[in-house]
């Protein structure tokens, strides 16, 4: 009997036992629960660096001559030479083409025949007007003849006139076969050649008149009103990598072009040497009165409670708080900040949604040994 006691009895034991230990380890649990830190999430940050002057606009476009004149002959035929090719140096006088002078050549002929006739009727007429007046002195004739005879004389003289300068005009279109620069330039284009047929006026030869060079951009609608005539502009080019150049605007489209809905704007460049025609530049253009402010990510950029706000890591704490912040503009890189943030201040650049108030939040020690007691074993990274 007493064996069936003690067996209950130490049945009745273990159980007590090892409820006790449950509950020793559900309170364990629940301690831990308690105090288990938050946990610390890693995050990638930029240094703010110095204020910047506003956007910079930058644009390429080609060198070319401020003047470039398209030549063609004065008058129609079918071209026999062309003197000259692209890149050819040309000066004042230089017969660049010529066209099939024959007929010209015929013509002056003709008129120089014609003038031939109304000298030899001028002789005629005059020496009717002459016997007219003698005639009448003597009162052998009327003075209708006598004014007849003047009227045929005066005829005779405008016909002299006119033959004369038909005449000039037929010499002028002789002349006018031969096509010649009147600028010294450079030929940068030939839309004719030998054998074709050319009407009055249509371009054969381009040349840019040596001088002022200048460089053409096409600029956006949304930037045109930063571009006036007299703007002050960087130039630089491809070919002349250390070739700096101050450049001024000096003409912008009145209207943009229907296609590609951007203004022609021509930027004048100082005279060097260096600077070839058809070279490809780049025109770098500041933002006029615009106030300084700081360049962030644009991912950096967040919003509470519908206001635009960063998240700044405290380096002493390792944590991260949010700062509202006045936007001053967008530009290709990301976002500029006017106020809110300082230099030197680590914000926290990408993975904003995830961000709260007094977040622990974790640096790579790369980034720790550079800006204070911030650590971690992280691999997120810091951009200059």
Same mark, same amino acid.
């Given at each position: ?9 130490? $049945? ?18 629940? =301690? ?10 890693p995050v990638k940050v930029v240094q703010v660096a110095g ?8 644009y390429s476009g080609s060198v070319r001559a401020r003047t ?16 000259? =090719? ?16 024959? +007929? %010209? ?6 008129? +120089?025949?014609?003038? $031939? ?5 001028? =002789? ?16 052998? *004739? ?33 002349? %006018?076969?031969? #096509? ?10 030939? &839309? ?50 250390? #070739? ?10 009145? $209207?943009? =072009? ?23 530049? *780049? ?14 990510? #644009? ?15 405290d380096r002493d704490k390792g944590e991260v708080s949010s ?6 503009? %967008?530009? +290709? ?8 943030? &300082? ?42």
């Amino acid at each position: 009997m007493s064996s069936i006691v003690n067996g209950r009895f130490a $049945s009745l034991s273990k159980g007590i036992l090892f409820a006790a230990a449950l509950g020793a380890l559900s309170a364990c649990s629940d =301690d831990e629960k308690v105090e288990a830190p938050d946990p610390v999430r890693p995050v990638k940050v930029v240094q703010v660096a110095g204020p910047d002057s506003g956007r910079i606009f930058i644009y390429s476009g080609s060198v070319r001559a401020r003047t470039e004149m398209n030549l063609g002959f004065r008058v129609a035929g079918k071209i026999t030479e062309r003197l000259v =090719d692209v890149g050819d140096r040309v000066e004042p006088g230089t017969v660049l083409a010529r066209l099939d002078a024959v +007929d %010209y050549e015929l013509a002056v002929r003709r008129a +120089d025949a014609d003038l $031939s006739a109304a000298g030899k009727q001028v =002789d005629i007429t005059g020496l009717a007007l002459r016997r007219a007046e003698t005639l009448a002195q003597k009162n052998v *004739t009327p003075q209708s003849q006598l004014e007849q005879a003047q009227l045929a004389a005066d005829q005779a003289q405008s016909q002299l006139q006119s033959a004369e300068s038909a005449l000039e005009q037929a010499k002028n279109q002789v002349a %006018y076969t031969e #096509l010649k620069a009147t600028q010294s330039g450079i030929v940068t284009t030939v &839309s004719a050649d030998v054998g074709q047929v050319v009407s009055t006026g249509s371009a054969v030869l381009a040349v840019a008149v040596d001088g002022e060079k200048e460089v053409q951009i096409a600029v956006p609608e949304m930037d045109i009103a930063h571009f006036k005539p007299g703007k002050t502009v960087k130039a630089s080019f491809w070919s002349a990598r250390d #070739l700096a150049l101050d450049g001024k605007v000096r003409e912008v489209a009145g $209207s943009a =072009d229907a296609q590609s809905r951007t203004f022609a704007v021509r930027v004048s460049l100082p005279g060097d040497e260096r600077v070839l025609l058809g070279t490809t530049a *780049t025109i770098t253009a500041g933002e006029d009165n615009a106030a300084p402010a700081f360049g962030l990510p #644009l991912a950096a950029l967040a919003q509470k409670d519908g206001k635009p706000v960063v998240w700044v890591v405290d380096r002493d704490k390792g944590e991260v708080s949010s700062r509202p912040v006045v936007v001053a503009g %967008y530009n +290709d890189d990301g976002v500029r900040v006017s106020e809110g943030v &300082s230099i030197g201040d680590l914000v926290v650049s990408a993975g904003t949604q995830f961000m709260k108030d007094g977040l622990k939040v974790r640096l790579p020690e790369t980034v720790a040994s550079r800006f204070g007691s911030v650590s971690s074993q992280s691999t997120a990274s810091i951009q200059p």
